[in-house]
């Protein structure tokens, strides 16, 4: 079977990772296999035995990670695999050979103290979201990682790496004088209307 440009660009990234020692960045669409192409670069790597897999959200790293390096790998190669969050990171005291930053664009400045403090051999920072915020990436540029390759959506959607989209933009409008109760993590509750919960979320979103 012919290979399709998706399996191309895993092989040439997977062989451009191991060329920059497993250090640097990937800013990658969603749907390329970024996954995979890492998980087939360490398994050209035997001298590395211990890697710190950061992860987005819990599913993540008790289920999706692990599936899919047993996958693409073999078990005794998910052996040396941990998988952590990143909420988890700030408290994290335990050096790695090598750190993984999945989904990349989470970094705060707390979480880039233990990278800071640690200083593994390798950071290999993978997200298909490069940051907007400047002050996202200046806690990026504080890491001192070379991009190893970057891709745009529609670059990806172009070279039929992934499939072409629409987005369809519905307005509603928001209530803003009802306010409801609203739990917090800690239980707590707070009062806000439609609008200005909107207008909360969105902050946090541009600040992430």
Not at 32 to 53: H, S, V
Not at 165 to 186: A, D, F, G, M, V
């Amino acid at each position: 079977m012919k290979p399709t440009n998706k399996d191309l660009l895993q092989e040439t990234l997977s062989k451009e990772i191991i060329n920059f020692n497993y250090n640097g960045i990937l800013y990658l669409p969603t749907g390329t296999g970024k996954t995979k192409i890492i998980i087939e670069a360490l398994m050209q790597e035997p001298r590395i035995k211990d890697i710190l897999w950061v992860c987005a959200t819990e599913k993540a790293r008790d289920t999706t990670v692990k599936e899919e390096y047993q996958k693409w790998s073999d078990e005794s190669s998910w052996n040396k695999v941990k998988t952590i969050c990143w909420h988890s990171l700030p408290k994290y005291d335990i050096q790695h050979q090598l750190v993984i930053l999945d989904e990349l664009h989470m970094i705060t400045y707390p979480r880039l103290q233990y990278l800071l403090k640690k200083r593994p051999a390798a950071i290999l920072g993978i997200t298909g979201t490069k940051p907007q915020n400047p002050e996202k990436l200046k806690l990026i540029q504080h890491l001192k990682l070379p991009i190893i390759h970057e891709k745009t959506v529609e670059e990806a959607v172009t070279q039929q790496l992934i499939a072409d989209y629409e987005i369809e933009i519905y307005y509603i409008q928001l209530n803003n004088t009802i306010k409801k109760s609203i739990k917090r993590k800690n239980d707590s509750l707070f009062y806000a209307t439609e609008q200005e919960s909107y207008i909360w979320y969105t902050k946090k979103l541009e600040s992430a």
